[in-house]
Structures are given as structure tokens and as C-alpha cells.
């Protein structure tokens, strides 16, 4: 089994700053990806970031030239650098995995929350 555990949210002002860390651990395997989604209260789970190992970053359009995804491929960690928070961006985060061979992101953290006031 594979876990991710996300740490980093909390509470903060608009305008603010956050950086959100994930890391994975459990039985070995082959990372294709790694990602961050978020979920708002009474809305659907939405992508906002992710990294394919190697090759790109991609981001959700509300949060391009806000937020920066990093990470380790080695480390099996991701972060998410977040800059000029907006209260829509107040959600739950969670980093997801993408092993290799698999369609889609297939394990998933518990989740942080994030909060920006107005």
C-alpha cells in the first residue's frame, strides 16, 4: 500500500502566502506523476496542479502564475507553492499519485485545509 500524507494548510489572509508538502511512503513503486487537487465546500473535487517526472507541470487556469508546483521524483514528495491566496481558493488539498502503468491518479493523501479570509 502506498501512503501520502499532505501537511502545510491552515488559515490565511488574502494576499498571503503557503507552501504545502506531501509525502509518499509505503511499498516501493514507480511514480508517473504526482498532483494536487482541492475540494470546496458543497463543490466537486477539482485538479490544480501536477507533475509528470521528466517531462512537465501543468496547472488548473484559475491558479497559473499563482501557484508552482515542485517536487522529488526520488523523494516521493510534491509541493505546492502558493502565492496571492484568494478566499475562492479555500478548499481541502490533497496530493494524489499516478504510479506508472496506471490511467489515472490512484492513491490519494487525506487531505489539508486550507483557509484565505477576506
Known amino acids: 500500500q502506498v501512503q501520502l500524507v499532505e501537511s502545510g494548510g491552515r488559515l490565511v489572509q488574502a494576499g498571503g502566502s503557503l507552501r504545502l508538502s506531501c509525502v509518499a511512503s509505503g511499498r516501493t513503486f514507480s511514480s508517473y506523476a504526482m498532483g494536487w487537487f482541492r475540494q470546496a465546500p458543497g463543490k466537486e473535487r477539482e485538479f490544480v496542479a501536477d507533475i509528470i517526472w521528466g517531462d512537465r507541470t501543468s496547472y488548473t487556469d484559475s491558479v497559473k502564475g499563482r501557484f508552482t508546483i515542485s517536487g522529488d521524483n526520488a523523494k516521493m514528495t510534491v509541493y505546492l507553492h502558493m502565492l496571492s491566496l484568494k478566499p475562492e481558493d479555500t478548499a481541502v488539498y490533497y496530493c494524489?499519485?499516478?504510479?506508472?502503468?496506471?490511467?489515472?491518479?490512484?492513491?490519494w493523501g487525506q487531505g489539508t485545509q486550507v483557509t484565505v479570509s477576506a
Open positions: 494524489a499519485v499516478r504510479t506508472s502503468g496506471a490511467t489515472g491518479y490512484n492513491y
